[in-house]
């Protein structure tokens, strides 16, 4: 791999590391190494694969299982930076595996910092956490605001932010902390409400709002996300934790109306009202005042815009992502 800025990504086959990746390879400049504990994704999934020659190389590895050969590869790759998207993140599954959240989120977090603590060519640590560690808020919350999860996945990442500040405090760790809002666009996973609600219109299925998709979420572009990523990884303090998020929230059932108005389908048609989830917090409204201060940062994608992209997105790859499975599958 070459000589430029070298970034270790944890959690490349996510969402939100595979377009992590893709703005770093698109940006020149940077070596890439990806780590994820599942094998590659297709390109469909992950966007970094329309690079030609990209400088990046993936491992198969699991923080849980293969912690030495991870930090085997960072002491041989040495890189600049290390961002970590790896988590168990979703929040209604962790009410039945509570113990395999704690793992990931918490004490799988802690062994890598005790060990990259140590780490002199080490810059700095990005951790993606979640503003879901607020639990319920009201008003406007900033960075300071008390931790206050009311889910095991909220409090299972609520105590690894905890553990890597002890590091902070006590080692003068270089971390750098992101909690962004609910981030979608094209490749997502396809269980999540905006991709879904695009694929059951075009599948004739109702989709199913939880509470009457009353909840307020701050949905911002991938691509916005990332953005604000990489200003951070380069240009952060350590020790601070920086919000991303957009102007304001919406709530969900006014996400799947736009996408109605834009497939031509009625909206009480295509929907119906079930059972709120257990643990929904009722708005997430984060400032983010503090990163678009710091780094001149802030969203550039529209909703309507984003929207638009994941729609195309579904109708280009119909043919593949009709054949694709639309629930969540657990992995311990």
């Not at 890439?32 to 990046?56: Q, T």
């Amino acid at each position: 791999m070459s000589n430029g800025i070298h970034v270790v990504v944890i959690g490349s086959n996510s969402f939100s590391g595979s377009d992590f990746v893709d703005l770093l390879l698109e940006s020149g400049g940077y070596s890439v190494a990806g780590i994820s504990r599942s094998p590659e994704k297709r390109s469909l999934f992950l966007p970094y694969k329309r690079h030609i020659n990209p400088d990046y190389k993936f491992y198969q590895m699991d923080l849980n299982n293969d912690m030495q050969d991870i930090i085997g590869l960072i002491d041989t790759f040495k890189p600049d930076y290390v961002v970590n998207f790896a988590a168990q993140s979703e929040v209604a599954p962790s009410w039945a595996n509570p113990g395999q959240w704690f793992q990931t989120n918490a004490v799988s977090v802690t062994e890598l910092v005790h060990v990259l603590k140590d780490r002199t060519f080490l810059k700095k640590y990005v951790h993606i956490s979640s503003p879901e560690v607020y639990g319920a808020c009201v008003g406007v919350v900033k960075e300071d605001a008390p931790l206050n999860p009311s889910t095991p996945y909220a409090a299972s990442k609520a105590a690894g932010d905890l553990s890597l500040f002890a590091f902070v405090k006590n080692y003068k760790f270089p971390l750098v902390m992101i909690r962004s809002t609910n981030v979608y666009g094209a490749h997502q996973q396809l269980f999540k409400i905006i991709p879904r609600s695009i694929i059951y219109i075009k599948s004739g299925k109702i989709i199913e709002l939880h509470g009457g998709g009353n909840a307020v979420k701050s949905y911002i572009h991938i691509r916005d996300i990332s953005r604000g990523e990489m200003a951070a990884m380069e240009k952060g303090k350590i020790g601070e934790i920086y919000h991303l998020s957009p102007d304001s929230g919406v709530a969900v059932k006014d996400v799947v109306k736009i996408i109605c108005q834009k497939m031509d389908i009625p909206f009480e048609k295509a929907t119906k009202i079930v059972e709120e989830r257990l643990g929904q917090d009722a708005a997430y409204v984060i400032d983010s005042t503090k990163a678009r201060k710091a780094f001149n940062w802030k969203p550039t994608v529209s909703l309507e815009e984003g929207l638009s992209g994941v729609t195309h997105w579904v109708e280009n790859n119909w043919m593949q992502i009709k054949e694709e499975s639309l629930e969540y599958v657990h992995k311990p």
